[in-house]
């Protein structure tokens, strides 16, 4: 089974700095990656699929990149609303799995 | 596009239960339904996936067992049930839709909260 593994596990940020958030699989995932933001007492939801593509409605100021083992997931200048945490998930190997979460905290 | 899930509930350990989680604005009979727990203050757990047009079911390895995936495509809605809960069941549960062709997940449910003491 594979581990993902996202790194660090909270980040302090000021508003408007950027954030830069890492997730590492143990073995090739290709760009079957996605990221999902939790709020405080929310459910996720989807930000990132394809290790690169935009859900429908999430602003322009997150964007992935990556492939195979390394991806990463940025956020060019931190909004109030952003800080929570973020997860990634792999769909590329069954079962899908998530990591374990960074948590984007105010500085 | 919209899943909406039962409400919390509190629970002895030993008892059974059976959440629900009810799709409506789309196709729920042409779209895979997952269910991911989330233990209090940890990460997100994926257990199990249903296609209720067929009831076909997948479940994680680690989950294999202990619980039951099931649905009732005639009131659009899928169900994760237990039949001896424990307290270690106590956590946050969502379900999600399934992507049509790829395994990430839009939207999620509110979540049911499950809380099994003594």
């Known amino acids: 089974e594979i581990v993902m593994t996202q790194s660090p596990a909270a980040l302090s940020v000021s508003p408007g700095e950027r954030a830069t958030l890492s997730c590492r699989a143990s073995?090739?995932?290709?760009?079957?990656l996605a990221w999902y933001q939790q709020k405080p007492g929310q459910a996720p939801r989807l930000l990132i699929y394809?290790?690169?593509t935009r859900a429908t409605g999430i602003p322009a100021r997150f964007s992935g990149s990556g492939s195979g083992t390394e991806f990463t997931l940025t956020i060019s200048s931190l909004q109030s609303e952003d800080f929570a945490v973020y997860h990634c998930?792999?769909?590329?190997?069954?079962?899908?799995?998530f990591g374990g979460g960074t948590k984007v905290e105010i500085k | 596009v919209q899943l909406v899930q039962s409400g919390a509930e509190v629970k002895k350990p030993g008892e059974s239960l059976k959440i629900s989680c009810k799709g409506s604005?789309?196709?729920?009979?042409?779209?895979?339904i997952a269910w991911v727990r989330q233990m209090p203050g940890k990460g997100l757990e994926w257990m199990g996936i249903?296609?209720?047009?067929?009831?076909?079911?997948r479940y994680s390895p680690s989950f294999q067992g202990q619980v039951t995936i099931s649905a009732d495509k005639s009131i659009n809605t899928a169900y994760l049930q237990w039949s001896s809960l424990k307290a270690s069941d106590t956590a946050m549960y969502y379900c999600?839709?399934?992507?049509?062709?790829?395994?990430?997940?839009?939207?999620w449910g509110q979540g049911t909260l499950v809380t099994v003491s003594s």
């Open positions: 999600a839709r399934r992507d049509s062709s790829y395994i990430y997940f839009d939207p």
């Open positions: 604005g789309y196709s729920f009979t042409n779209y895979w």
């Open positions: 249903i296609y209720p047009g067929d009831s076909d079911t």
């Open positions: 073995q090739t995932v290709s760009i079957n």
């Open positions: 394809g290790a690169s």
């Open positions: 998930q792999q769909y590329n190997n069954w079962p899908p799995i």
